[in-house]
């Protein structure tokens, strides 16, 4: 397991730059195999859903807000609550991964249980 984590470490914290480590794991089959690398490549996949699904509510929402003057600073909160969820996400994912842990994401890790290929 040492091996695997020190083999996938650069591949790991790619991950987290989507798509960039997700087609290096997809094309590399010793990347494939590493199982500390296919953890972050999942967490990494929940990380990206779940922000570009917040992201596009968040966006729906803010116009909606916008549109009147009095809910528009709501929109401003919306839009730096998801941007501050997606940069913790980030970091937290991107340390995770190249200090050799596979510590789940905060809120959304188990989302990345799902994903197996």
Same mark, same amino acid.
């Given at each position: 397991m040492a091996n695997d984590i020190e083999n996938g470490k650069a591949c790991?914290?790619?991950?987290?730059?989507?798509?960039i480590g997700l087609i290096w794991y997809l094309v590399d089959e010793k990347m494939k195999r590493n199982k500390f690398v296919a953890f972050h490549v999942y967490q990494s996949l929940a990380f990206a859903i779940v922000y570009? !699904?917040?992201? !596009?509510?968040?966006? /729906?929402?803010? !116009? /909606?807000?916008a549109i009147t003057i009095v809910l528009a600073p709501i929109a401003f909160l919306l839009w730096l609550v998801v941007s501050l969820a997606g940069l913790a996400w980030f970091l937290q994912g991107l340390i995770n991964a190249l200090s050799g842990k596979q510590n789940k994401l905060f809120l959304i890790g188990s989302i990345g249980d799902n994903f197996k290929f």
């Open positions: 790991a914290a790619l991950a987290y730059l989507f798509p570009f !699904v917040a992201w !596009v509510a968040m966006s /729906i929402v803010g !116009v /909606i807000f």
